[in-house]
């Protein structure tokens, strides 16, 4: 492999365990992911064509990696981590009033596709048709996943900022 190329490879690093983190909700899954796919990068180099994009290449091996993992899962029995169940069980609580710590724990709270869209289009900032080959559905499923997300997140920081109202006037209110 040229220096060039895993020079790119290199730099992709932090945005590639950004998207393996949005996919599993777990730092350390995420790395092991991140690490799984790099491999595979490396071993089907060859692969790789000059010209396109390196990130979306990647992308997809992460994408397929992670859905080769899930299947491996289910054939053994489901497993959760505890990060996982306590993320999906109570998405909003103890968010602190933070909105990066809330919006971590809201995207969380989306359907694994949808997370892999919104990663994609509005975090890493791809189109709807390069987030589409990436993971491999038209890019108007791509629009619609990320559509619902944002529905969806916008009740959850609704519904946080109605229970975040309320508690501060009923800690008012008991001050009297």
């Known amino acids: 492999m040229d220096t060039a190329l895993r020079s790119e490879l290199a730099d992709l690093l932090p945005r590639a365990l950004r998207f393996a ?20 990068a490396v071993e089907r180099i060859e692969q790789f064509e000059p010209g396109t994009r390196l990130d979306s290449w990647l992308y997809r091996i992460i994408q397929t990696s992670w859905i080769d993992e899930k299947r491996r899962d289910q054939r053994r029995g489901n497993v959760i981590s505890f990060e996982d169940a306590r993320e999906t069980a109570l998405p909003m609580q ?20 949808q997370r ?7 975090i890493e900032g791809y189109s709807y048709r390069e987030a589409g ?3 491999g559905v038209p ?4 629009m619609s996943r990320v559509a619902r997300a944002r ?5 959850l920081h609704d519904d946080d900022s109605n229970l975040t109202n309320m508690t501060a006037s009923s800690e008012v209110r008991h001050d009297h």
């Open 139 to 142: 890019d108007g499923t791509v």
């Open 151 to 155: 529905k969806i997140l916008a009740a």
């Open 133 to 135: 080959d990436i993971l």
């Open 21 to 40: 983190r949005s996919l599993t909700r777990d730092a350390v899954a995420a790395e092991d992911l991140v690490q799984t796919a790099y491999i595979k």
């Open 94 to 113: 103890n968010h602190g009033g933070t909105d990066r710590i809330f919006l971590q724990a809201a995207m969380a709270s989306l359907v694994e596709d």
């Open 116 to 122: 892999a869209a919104m990663t994609l289009v509005l």
